[in-house]
């Protein structure tokens, strides 16, 4: 399977406020949200925009700091098996690309990993971890 991109994520440091606004541009998240950590919302096209929180990005990054400009999104790319994952992120890291997270098995049920693009941005890579989604 060729990756293909799944993903745009933003990381809120306020997540209602954050709801509020992408909400105005009629995004649609579920009732509650403002009490989860991370949220989802279906893209025309199959996509998904999701915010999550900086206590989120900590859960799995200890060492995540905010960027003093922009830089709160993130781009991702689901890959077809958790193997894919490794495999893909191993071509870029061997390519000259900055491995940011090796691959790891995430608690929300994904195989994931970080590659930064040439400018910085980071780029994630993931699969589900068992066949049924």
């Known amino acids: 399977m060729t990756p293909r ?19 105005r541009l009629g995004l649609v998240f579920p009732e509650g949200a403002e009490e989860l950590p991370h949220v989802d919302a279906e893209l ?11 206590e989120t990005i900590r859960s799995f990054h200890s060492a995540w ?17 958790p193997a894919e994952v490794d495999a893909l992120y191993e071509d870029l890291v061997s390519a000259g690309y900055h491995g940011e997270l090796k691959p790891w098995d995430a608690f929300w049920g ?24």
């Open 65 to 81: 700091q905010p960027p003093a400009g922009g830089g709160r999104v993130a781009i991702a790319f689901r890959c077809g098996s």
């Open 110 to 133: 994904q195989r994931y990993a970080t590659v930064l693009d040439p400018d910085g941005n980071g780029v994630d890579l993931f699969a589900p971890l068992s066949v049924a989604e």
């Open 5 to 23: 991109f799944a993903l745009i994520g933003v990381v809120a440091s306020d997540m209602a406020a954050s709801l509020a606004f992408y909400r």
């Open 44 to 54: 025309p096209g199959g996509l998904t925009f999701a915010l999550d929180t900086e």
